[in-house]
């Protein structure tokens, strides 16, 4: 099954979708446990510097693009990643990047859940017959681009085209 834009973005925001045939879709966002920034190169790598630790040198792999990022109580080494060394992108490109950087390192990535539910079981609660899941999604999302990303994890699924 393919969704419309504007089911994709119904689902992103209100977390259920009926689709028909008493079937509903069930969206949720969960922390993703087993993805770090460094598991990607889009974001470059970082190296955590310790509480009391200066370290005024950049760690091995860090060249003169590498800048210091402060999160939340924690400061890390941010090596950018190759392409902006290439001139490819603005100063605005870059300050985006070194906040998405921040907002990673400060609360993780996600794991957005799709769960194809019909009917309920004893207790009333929906019983799933089939689900999707993708990791790695970056924290502050927009409820369009939550409906894109869900729209492609509804079409690799198992969801019956309905009339």
Request: aromatic share 12%; hydrophobic share 30%.
């Amino acid at each position: 099954m393919e969704l419309t834009k504007e089911q994709g973005y119904e689902l992103a925001r209100h977390g259920t979708l009926d689709i028909g045939d008493g079937m509903t879709l069930r969206f949720r966002e969960d922390q993703d446990a087993y993805t770090t920034i460094n598991d990607y190169d889009y974001l470059g790598k970082v190296s955590p510097i310790g509480r009391h630790d200066y370290q005024p040198t950049r760690p091995d792999g860090f060249d003169g693009m590498a800048e210091k990022v402060s999160t939340q109580g924690d400061t890390f080494w941010w090596q950018p990643p190759d392409y902006l060394r290439k001139g490819w992108v603005t100063y605005e490109h870059k300050a985006t990047l070194r906040q998405a950087v921040r907002d990673v390192l400060d609360y993780g990535y996600q794991v957005f859940v799709v769960e194809l539910c019909k009917g309920v079981d004893a207790y009333g609660n929906p019983i799933v017959i089939d689900y999707g899941c993708l990791g790695g999604i970056e924290p502050f999302m927009s409820d369009e681009d939550k409906g894109e990303t869900l729209r492609d994890i509804v079409y690799e699924m198992n969801v019956p085209e309905l009339v």
